[in-house]
């Protein structure tokens, strides 16, 4: 069987993507990362969504992003917007993490190299977040290049961005179809936890993408909102 390194974050996408690879029958070898992100706790789902879709491994790595700040996300100094215009973001968001995807997919690379597997699948979404500069299908492109120059084998690798150019809604309708469990993929930035229970907040960029997906399907999310 065919083995396929899934970046797998715990959230709405990457799960959509671990599907499809389910679907196209590779073997999943799953990698997740702790990198100092303020909503460490997708890390719980992405465990779930592994087991479900069967991985064969689900890693783990520890980084620290949190050195380098300058993202909501790393640097609790900084707020996560809220309610913002989601349909007309004009600059890179507050959000953005400096190089994230870049350094996810060289460790993605290195674990490929090292069991042997000439496919990475990546969640990256050209529609929803167009101006995150790694998440361009020329930057899809640019790393594929760089993969088959950076390492000591005779393989051809390939970076699969299936989500590259669906919406929001179309994700979910691509998800629904494969039967993945939505409830079990967290999306929320800013997330709350009660009484052990992790609820979203409902007004992130990534929460009002996700509330706008679903309504769009008709079908009503079935994480917990706070």
């Known amino acids: 069987m065919k083995k396929a390194v899934i970046l797998l974050s715990g959230g709405l996408d990457s799960a959509t993507v671990m599907a499809i690879a389910k679907k196209e029958e590779y073997q999943i070898y799953a990698l997740s990362f702790s990198y100092g992100q303020r909503h460490n706790i ?32 790393t640097d609790q100094k900084l707020e996560v917007p809220k309610d913002q215009d989601v349909d007309n973001q004009k600059n890179i968001p507050i959000t953005y993490v400096p190089a994230r995807n870049t350094i996810f997919l060289s460790f993605a690379l290195a674990y490929a190299e090292t069991i042997k597997a000439n496919d990475i699948f990546i ?23 760089l993969a088959n120059f950076a390492t000591a ?23 629904l179809e494969l039967e993945v469990d939505y409830g ?24 009002l993408l996700r509330l706008k997906g679903f309504q769009e399907n008709n079908i009503q999310d079935p994480y917990l909102y706070f």
């Open 42 to 73: 997708e890390l719980e789902f992405a465990k779930k969504i592994a087991k479900q879709f069967q991985a064969k491994e689900h890693k783990i790595a520890n980084i620290d992003l949190r050195i380098f700040g300058h993202s909501a996300l």
């Open 123 to 145: 969640g990256a979404n050209a529609v929803d977040y167009s101006n995150y500069p790694d998440c361009r299908p020329e930057f899809i492109l640019a790393f594929e290049n």
């Open 153 to 175: 084998v005779n393989s051809k690798f390939k970076i699969h961005a299936p989500l590259i150019n669906l919406t929001k809604s179309q994700i979910i309708k691509t998800g």
């Open 184 to 207: 079990t993929a967290h999306s929320c930035y800013d997330p709350i936890i009660k009484n052990s229970k992790s609820y979203a907040c409902g007004k992130c960029d990534s929460c």
